[in-house]
């Protein structure tokens, strides 16, 4: 279903356009490792938190290869700030075009988010959203767009590739806006665990104990996805970008959350479930700490570690 957005222009400061860009390839060492935001399926992954435990985070929202691109919803060139946000003020823009919808969610996070650090005392800056094709440099080394969304703590940066959406709905079921949005509020959480001080604590602990790197990779993500339900309170019901939120559009993020599961993604892959080398969380986890966050509307439910 389409997310009721009030009509409030679309801010694109945030936003760093490198679509059509280009250079790098599948690494992501470096300045520190890449924080995926759903799918983590079993190979790359693995060899991040094996490999590239020397600082920043772990893991890849990573969908396994499709044989192509796949289809880039929005432009798929670089444009100005200005290109964009005219594009993104058009008539039905925000149901249109699927990186002015991204950049909108992202909007909507970095307001509520910087109120609720605010309220609670906190200090808070926002990350910047970039969208690339094919492949691009980040603070956590080069990355290739079959990583997927990524938040890297280095540069506190969310990378998108949109083709990794398309992915989403046509290959793994979880189709609509809000799934979409639950995506970016989830790597949103991300930030949350830089800012709060939690992800550079695992990585601590994950070289502490290598043998439950595993372990601590899943309740990170865990943790980012309560993030993205509290986030769904707190937007729906924010005087400033109030989102109506039905129970459908919650149903579109749970799907999701479903979707990239460890388990469903190595059943759909390689036709067996490994738990041992999950690195995400199973679809119910997923999804029951959406919902915690989402009924609670509260950061301090969301501890997921305990």
Wanted: glycine fraction near 16%.
């Amino acid at each position: 279903m389409p997310i009721e957005f009030d009509n409030s222009d679309v801010d694109v400061s945030g936003v760093d356009d490198r679509r059509g860009g280009g250079g790098g390839g599948l690494s992501l060492g470096g300045g520190g490792v890449a924080i995926g935001g759903g799918v983590g399926v079993v190979g790359f992954v693995i060899y991040l938190l094996v490999t590239l435990l020397g600082g920043g985070s772990g893991g890849g929202l990573q969908l396994p290869a499709a044989g192509g691109q796949g289809s880039q919803s929005g432009s798929g060139s670089r444009e100005t700030s200005d290109q964009l946000k005219a594009r993104c003020k058009t008539t039905g823009a925000l149901d249109k075009y699927t990186d002015c919808r991204l950049i909108k969610v992202y909007n909507v996070a970095d307001v509520v988010w910087r109120d609720e650090f605010a309220r609670r005392g906190l200090t808070f800056n926002t990350p910047r959203i970039v969208f690339y094709t094919a492949r691009t440099q980040t603070g956590c080394g080069p990355a290739d767009a079959q990583v997927g969304p990524f938040y890297c703590p280095a540069d506190q940066e969310i990378y998108f590739d949109l083709g990794f959406l398309d992915e989403l709905q046509n290959r793994f079921g979880a189709q609509g806006q809000f799934a979409q949005a639950y995506i970016v509020a989830h790597e949103y959480g991300h930030h949350l665990q830089t800012l709060l001080g939690t992800e550079p604590k695992v990585r601590a602990a994950q070289q502490r104990n290598p043998g439950k790197a595993n372990t601590y990779s899943v309740a990170l993500e865990l943790q980012a996805d309560c993030y993205a339900g509290v986030w769904s309170q707190l937007a729906d019901k924010s005087s400033t970008n109030g989102l109506n939120l039905t129970k459908d559009n919650i149903n579109e993020a749970m799907n999701a959350a479903a979707a990239v599961g460890d388990d469903r993604i190595q059943q759909k892959v390689q036709g067996r479930v490994d738990p041992e080398s999950w690195t995400h969380g199973s679809s119910a986890s997923r999804q029951q700490w959406f919902r915690t966050g989402a009924d609670s509307g509260d950061i301090d439910s969301c501890n997921t570690f305990g």
